[in-house]
């Protein structure tokens, strides 16, 4: 008695990634699942036939490691983006709205991600907050994270970045890392600047996947250990280039991608997962291997079973392309359906507030003229800074005065109003005004800089006034994008979001000549668990000392 499946998709070049080649060959599917490769079938009848030929069948796109609010989407509306450039599965961290929100957070996510098609499994924010050195809006404990592996979308303990929690055996943390073990879920890593030594502490304990390898030699190390290697490129952090070349025969399958944070703009203009593939073949990688890090070595590296290849018993994600080599997508198909682009309601987070007291008197920084002061230097293209001492402007009143080449920078906490740091930055290039925030990794503070107290001062009131959200301030003139979600997501369409972040790049663009992401770089400036000189509301915090330094010694 033949069976009835809903698709044939006939008479393609299928990718086999477990060989590595294109095969010309029908691939049948029922419900979510691909049943049969092959010819005729006399036990299959397709309800509908799709001619493939010349055009090219691969497994869909899988982003093995990203944060869907530095998109400032929605779950739902992030996953109709991603759709669109061939993304049917990524593995999200939502530290930042449960830095926000707590266990709300993490559960509006969840319940977002139930409107949209692409496949959402969560990774649970490992260090809310993520060190002691700054204050965020909700602090989680092992307790309040174990419920959450009941549910099936989540696929284990997100990026563990406080390494000397797990080198000193932190009980919270290493419970947190046994319930994600005793709930079959795996654990993921955050190294940045760890070497071999560091790396065995953390395989010792179980993490086994890494997103914050900068050089080949990094990655080496990496895969030496037992890990795989999620090669990046965002909006800030483009690492994938440097990282190809650690790609061998023989390693390949310790390897997949990656965007981390990268912006819908972004996404819009060049793609996600889709670029990232593209990038590899254009430095001389083979179509087959690129698709297949993006496919099925992601799935491998989260433990995921029957994900990730076209082979019977494999869920049906797949694209439909024109040209591998391209990456020119027909259709895409995700759970057996194919993608139509509907726009879905969005869902709202109810309960958030800024609340703080801020004003311009706040900002004057009292410096000695004679001394030199820690300086922070923004590294273009990375969240990392550099820690500079130098020699900075100081007037007759031994005030600290801002200009092109060193900016004003505060952190100021918006949950329980206790109070904010102050520090100077280099590179952002301010020619007059000022730029604030609440998105700044990973507590989400508000952070502002400029080079105009009141510019500065009037960023932080109309960012308190809507809200949250990112906001240029040009001699009292301001240009605004509200963030009403947890003061990191939009809830707009992806099309009218970018719209509105054009507006703001617009305004930003009278102030300064910077070539990249300015409110995306300035987010990572308050991380005090990237290298190497970061601003938190406590203050300015040295990572190479791991504690609080003073502006001037």
């Given amino acids: 008695m033949s069976q009835t499946v809903d698709y044939r998709l006939h008479g393609g070049q299928v990718l086999n990634v477990f060989n590595q080649e294109f095969v010309k060959e029908d691939v049948w599917i029922k419900d979510q699942q691909i049943v049969y490769l092959g010819d005729d079938n006399d036990d299959l009848v397709a309800q509908t036939t799709i001619d493939c030929q010349g055009q090219f069948i691969v497994p869909g796109l899988i982003d093995a490691h990203l944060h ?6 929605t779950p739902s509306e992030f996953g ?67 419920p959450f592996y009941q549910h099936p979308e ?40 760890l070497g071999p030594a560091e790396l065995a502490t953390y395989r010792a304990f179980g993490i086994d996947t890494d997103h914050e390898a900068t050089s080949k030699e990094e990655a080496l190390d ?6 795989a290697v999620f ?35 972004d996404i819009q203009k060049e793609g996600s997962i889709n670029f990232n593939v593209a990038l590899a073949i254009k430095n001389g990688m083979k179509p087959e291997l690129a698709y297949t890090l993006a496919s099925y070595n992601a799935a491998m590296a989260h433990h995921l079973q ?25 259709d895409v198909m995700v759970a057996g359906k194919f993608f139509q682009n509907q726009k879905e309601p969005v869902l709202l987070l109810p309960g958030q507030q800024i609340n703080l007291t801020f004003s311009q008197a706040d900002l004057a920084l009292a410096l000695d003229a004679s001394k030199p002061a820690h300086v922070i230097e923004i590294e273009p293209h990375h969240i990392t800074t550099k820690h500079q001492v130098e020699m900075v402007p100081v007037n007759a009143e031994g005030r600290f005065v801002a200009n092109q080449t060193y900016a004003k920078v ?6 329980h109003d206790l109070g904010h740091g102050l520090g100077i930055l280099k590179g952002l290039d301010l020619k007059a005004g000022a730029i604030a925030s609440t998105i700044a990794h990973d507590s989400h503070n508000l952070i502002v800089a400029g080079v105009d107290d009141a510019d500065m001062a009037l960023a932080v009131q109309t960012l308190k006034e809507i809200g949250g959200g ?41 102030i300064s000549d910077l070539a990249f992401d300015p409110f995306l770089t300035l987010s990572f400036m308050a991380l005090p668990v990237i290298p190497s000189l970061k601003i938190t509301d406590q203050g300015l915090f040295d990572f190479d000392q791991f504690s609080f330094i003073k502006i001037q010694d």
């Fill in 68 to 73: 869907i609010e530095s998109s400032l989407l």
């Fill in 80 to 146: 109709r983006l991603s759709l669109q450039n061939g993304v049917t599965r990524i593995f999200a961290d939502p530290h930042e709205i449960a830095s926000v929100a707590g266990v709300s957070g993490i559960q509006y996510m969840l319940d977002s991600a139930k409107k949209t098609p692409l496949h959402i499994h969560y990774m649970l924010p490992s260090s809310v907050p993520a060190t002691p050195f700054e204050h965020a809006g909700a602090t989680l404990d092992a307790d309040a994270l174990k």
């Fill in 154 to 193: 989540i696929a284990g303990l997100a990026e563990v970045m406080d390494y000397p929690a797990v080198a000193n055996g932190d009980a919270d943390m290493l419970q947190k890392i046994q319930d994600a073990q005793d709930a079959h879920r795996h654990v993921d890593g955050h190294g940045a600047g």
């Fill in 222 to 227: 990496r895969v030496n250990a037992g890990m």
């Fill in 231 to 265: 090669l990046r490129e965002g909006t800030v952090e483009r690492d994938e280039l440097a990282l190809l070349p650690a790609i061998t025969a023989a390693n390949q399958g310790h390897f997949a991608f990656a965007t981390d944070d990268k912006s819908a703009a």
């Fill in 306 to 330: 029957n994900v990730g290849a076209i082979a019977p018993g494999f869920v049906a994600d797949l694209l439909i392309l024109n040209d591998p080599a391209t990456i020119d997508i027909k």
């Fill in 410 to 415: 505060a952190v100021i906490e918006r949950y």
């Fill in 470 to 510: 990112q906001v240029v301030v040009h001699q009292g003139q301001v240009t605004t994008l509200p963030l009403p979600i947890g003061g990191l997501m939009s809830d707009l369409p992806f099309e009218e979001l970018i719209q509105k972040q054009d507006e703001l790049n617009s305004a930003f663009a009278q």
